[in-house]
């Protein structure tokens, strides 16, 4: 066989909102609208630029099940860009853009293919007569496909490399809706030399061959949880057969969520310093692209007190905004969160014979209350089970509800203790 080469990628996500970020300002809103859009260039520019067979796009093109023509017409011109350069394209859809959802009825390019979602197809690629890949896939007919799309798999012989193109969740333990629910065992049973797979947010290399199964991540991320650099997959098979995988940064803006303590700062000056640092640093891990950033203070300072002012937190981060504009790349503070104490001996004061001290000691044991969670999840259910809740708050953890218990005990503190 001979060698060639491919892109994969996967969760583009066109067109997503960026939800609570457009609401802050107006050029950031701007940017941010654009930014899945000139990211899927960049991955049009690698396959360009590299002159790859194909483009391997394995599900959630769209960010809802509701696509917006814009996000249609884009794509379908991007994939225009490849078919001129005779670069084909073939793809998935996912839970995020499944077949039964609206779609404007657009004229494909020629080199473009886009799977079904009735049963698994095949198809070859190859020039001049000679066959050098086939491709498998399937798309996902409706949102909540829960079945093991996997095993729905056959490759028909010992032919060209094999390639599975699927939108799964790997394994229980991915951090995302088990979707198309699946093993590794399951893969390598079919007997594919490659797998390209989505709904996976992080880029990782399951395994680097015999088969190969990756997830390329979403090459744009779309909120904080979403840090680090974001790309795509190129890959490049020899004439034996070996897969070689390469990660390709194409993101154009980066999230970073950076925790910094002010046990040193005793005053305004010294806590916009702190601050104004960790953008700094940002700014030099950033690879030379815009970033937002979120902010988290912690340790126990004499600004506790001031940070718990109303209204003093907002005022920070519009100073530390108002400092970074003009800066290139820039730093977008998105937000600052307090975690902070206030200056106080907590252990003698819990040792205490007062109100305070039983009221630490309640702190204390309901951290080691093994129902805690659970009660707590009760309690909160109206505000995160809503309509309107469940657009804007995500669910908890059990370490962020262990770290609302903490703020609680330290607003306590920072109540009931003070110079009066």
């Not at 940017?31 to 260039?41: K, Y």
């Amino acid at each position: 066989m001979r060698p060639f080469k491919f892109v994969h990628t996967a969760d583009l996500h066109l067109d997503s909102p960026f939800v609570g970020i457009s609401r802050l300002d107006d050029s950031v809103a701007s940017r941010l609208r654009e930014a899945t859009f000139h990211t899927f260039e960049r991955v049009l520019d690698i396959c360009i630029d590299q002159r790859v067979d194909f483009l391997l796009i394995a599900g959630d093109v769209y960010n809802s099940r509701d696509r917006s023509l814009r996000a249609q017409i884009r794509f379908r011109d991007g994939l225009a860009r490849l078919n001129d350069a005779g670069i084909s394209a073939f793809v998935v859809h996912g839970n995020h853009d499944p077949l039964d959802r609206w779609s404007a009825s657009l004229r494909w390019p020629e080199r473009v293919h886009i799977f079904g979602g009735r049963e698994v197809e095949r198809v070859v690629v190859g020039e001049n007569g000679n066959v050098f890949a086939q491709i498998y896939g399937i798309s996902y007919p409706t949102r909540d496909v829960r079945r093991n799309l996997a095993k729905e798999f056959r490759r028909v012989d010992d032919g060209p490399f094999a390639i599975g193109l699927l939108h799964c969740n790997l394994g229980d333990s991915t951090g995302h809706e088990p979707y198309a629910p699946c093993t590794v065992e399951d893969l390598v049973y079919v007997g594919m030399d490659y797998w390209a797979l989505g709904h996976v947010h992080d880029h990782v290399i399951v395994c680097p061959e015999r088969p190969a199964i990756a997830y390329p991540g979403n090459p744009q991320g779309c909120n904080v949880r979403e840090q680090k650099a974001r790309g795509c997959y190129l890959v490049q098979v020899d004439t034996e057969g070996h897969p070689s995988i390469d990660f390709v940064a194409v993101d154009t803006i980066r999230w970073f969520w950076e925790t910094v303590s002010i046990e040193q700062a005793s005053s305004e000056d010294e806590l916009i310093d702190t601050v104004e640092n960790a953008c700094a640093v940002v700014r030099e891990q950033a690879d030379n692209r815009p970033a937002l950033c979120r902010v988290t203070l912690e340790g126990r300072s004499p600004m506790h007190r001031k940070l718990m002012q109303s209204g003093f937190v907002d005022d920070l981060v519009r100073v530390i905004r108002e400092s970074e504009g003009g800066r290139d790349p820039s730093v977008w503070l998105e937000r600052i969160e307090v975690d902070t104490r206030p200056v106080v001996d907590v252990e003698a004061r819990r040792s205490g014979q007062d109100f305070l001290s039983d009221l630490l000691a309640l702190i204390r044991e309901y951290r080691g209350d093994p129902t805690l969670s659970s009660s707590l999840r009760s309690e909160l259910a109206p505000l995160f089970e809503s309509r309107r809740g469940r657009l804007f708050v995500e669910p908890l953890t059990d370490e962020e509800l262990l770290q609302c218990l903490d703020a609680a005990e330290a607003r306590c503190l920072d109540l009931l203790v003070g110079d009066d």
